[in-house]
């Protein structure tokens, strides 16, 4: 079992930056892919970025290359996702996701665990 909380999120300008942070209880996160998703208002939830166990093979959404970094901290059980040169349509509730599986998969499906969420909001 694995009890995610994310934190970070808030209100910024066009431009601007944010990192986000997902803390992880539980003895298994060095053995999961861990995930950041996103919901806009009216839309579906998307894939934005994963990161697998060993903290080097990352996947990227092709709308936040460039721009957005995932990394993950063992020592600390957390997984974080740096935001950078933020744009309106970087505006969404963003969750963070954990997948058992030794893969790293964008299909929302394929995460177990899920956290709260946290809004994030760019102004323009």
């Known amino acids: 079992q694995v009890q995610l909380v994310e934190s970070g999120g808030g209100l910024v300008q066009a431009g601007g930056s944010l990192r986000l942070s997902c803390a992880a209880s539980?003895?298994?996160?060095?053995?999961?892919?861990m995930g950041w998703f996103r919901q806009a208002p009216g839309k579906e939830r998307e894939f934005v970025a994963a990161?697998?166990?060993?903290?080097?093979?990352?996947s990227y959404v092709d709308s936040v290359k460039g721009r957005f970094i995932i990394t993950r901290d063992g020592a600390k059980k957390t997984v974080y996702l740096e935001m950078n040169s933020l744009k309106p349509e970087d505006t969404a509730v963003y969750y963070c996701?954990?997948?058992?599986?030794?893969?790293?998969?964008?299909?929302?499906?394929?995460?177990?665990?899920w956290g709260q969420g946290t809004q994030v909001t760019v102004s323009s």
């Open positions: 996701a954990a997948d058992s599986s030794f893969l790293i998969r964008r299909d929302q499906r394929s995460y177990e665990f």
């Open positions: 990161i697998m166990r060993d903290g080097y093979i990352t």
């Open positions: 539980g003895r298994t996160f060095s053995t999961h892919t």
